[in-house]
T-cell receptor, first 116, second 117 residues
Framework: GAVVSQHPSRVICKSGTSVKIECRSL??????MFWYRQFPKQSLMLMAT?????????EQGVEKDKFLINHASLTLSTLTVTSAHPEDSSFYIC????????????FGQGTRLTVV | AQTVTQSQPEMSVQEAETVTLSCTYD???????LFWYKQPPSRQMILVIR????KQQNATENRFSVNFQKAAKSFSLKISDSQLGDAAMYFC??????????????WGLGTSLGVNP
């Protein structure tokens, strides 16, 4: 199967600062990537769909200016949490589909963000 | 809009026994995909099994099999010979078929499976 790599796996930042999370497709080109947020013992909540070379599509209720998504190449999408607050602390996961005939999505390892 | 329902928040099974996790979904589409994903304590999402709606035959992957009932919109997962490593959150997910890689997954709330030694 395809490999999606997410970095960092853990990050702690101070309130008011910004933090960037990277999602890379290592062995395929991903025109679309998905960003999720997951609270403890809950399901995945789709935040946005990241499209290479164009603006991301955000789900209802997700603040575009707080969660900046950039998909500048076919192998890299980034999620920047701006002016982070403690309530932004969560587990963030990216995924992508490999267009080479796979039906399933492949997931990054996830990033645990703690804002102090 | 499509929905996915997992009615069992928690389940447990004895090691070496068999357990079935339930999943129902609602859709008006005729062509779609269904998935079971496993999320162990590491929180890495792992595909367990997939089913194409146009296939009548139930998918199987080693100890994992599904009971896909298209008319009833049911997609249960059976784990045979349960192992300690099967303990995890299990999510059922739906995706529309069709061209393009931007079709999003619709997720159930998950079932937490414990395996007792």
């Amino acid at each position: 199967g395809a490999v999606v790599s997410q970095h960092p796996s853990r990050v702690i930042c101070k309130s008011g600062t910004s933090v960037k999370i990277e999602c890379r497709s290592l062995d395929f080109q991903a025109t679309t990537m998905f960003w999720y947020r997951q609270f403890p013992k809950q399901s995945l909540m789709l935040m946005a769909t990241s499209n290479e070379g164009s603006k991301a599509t955000y789900e209802q209720g997700v603040e575009k200016d707080k969660f900046l998504i950039n998909h500048a190449s076919l192998t890299l999408s980034t999620l920047t949490v701006t002016s982070a607050h403690p309530e932004d602390s969560s587990f963030y996961i990216c995924s992508a589909r490999d267009p080479r005939g796979y039906t399933e999505a492949f997931f990054g390892q996830g990033t645990r963000l703690t804002v102090v | 809009a499509q929905t996915v329902t997992q009615s069992q928040p928690e389940m447990s099974v004895q090691e070496a026994e068999t357990v079935t996790l339930s999943c129902t979904y609602d859709t008006s589409e005729s062509d779609y995909y269904l998935f079971w994903y496993k999320q162990p304590p590491s929180r890495q999402m792992i595909l367990v099994i997939r089913q194409e709606a146009y296939k009548q035959q139930n998918a199987t992957e080693n100890r994992f099999s599904v009971n896909f009932q298209k008319a009833a919109k049911s997609f249960s997962l059976k784990i045979s010979d349960s192992q300690l490593g099967d303990a995890a959150m299990y999510f059922c997910a739906y995706r529309s078929a069709g061209a393009g890689n931007n079709r999003k997954l619709i997720w159930g709330l998950g079932t937490s499976l414990g395996v007792n030694p």
